[in-house]
Nanobody, 118 residues
Framework: QVQLVESGGGLVQAGGSLRLSCAAS????????MGWYRQAPGKQRDLVAE???????HYANSVKGRFTISRDNAKNTVFLQMNSLKPEDTAVYTCSGRNRSTWLWDYWGQGTQVTVSS
């Protein structure tokens, strides 16, 4: 099993920054694609950023130019640097891992709350 634990969420003013971290257990982290999802109350869960096992990156249009995803395979950790935060970024942010054999997002963290005040 792969366990994912997020940290770094909190309350920030509009225009501010936060960095989320997701620490993974297990020896397969380097083989996984990793992504950050977010879900606001009453809304669907959306993928906001992903980074493949070999470093290819994609962002949702809503965060492009403001968020940066990165990973440190030596530390089994994926990061989401969030700059120029907007109130509409308020959500629970959850990291996920994808098995490239099945192409399924099989592993999920517990989520961390990000609240951006106007």
């Amino acid at each position: 099993q792969v366990q994912l634990v997020e940290s770094g969420g909190g309350l920030v003013q509009a225009g501010g920054s936060l960095r989320l971290s997701c620490a993974a257990s297990g020896s397969t982290f380097g083989r996984l694609d990793m992504g950050w999802y977010r879900q606001a109350p009453g809304k669907q869960r959306d993928l906001v950023a992903e980074i493949s096992n070999d470093g290819m990156i994609h962002y949702a249009n809503s965060v492009k130019g403001r968020f940066t995803i990165s990973r440190d395979n030596a530390k089994n950790t994926v990061f989401l640097q969030m700059n120029s935060l907007k109130p509409e970024d308020t959500a629970v942010y959850t990291c996920s891992g994808r098995n490239r054999s099945t192409w399924l997002w099989d592993y999920w963290g517990q989520g961390t709350q990000v609240t951006v005040s106007s």
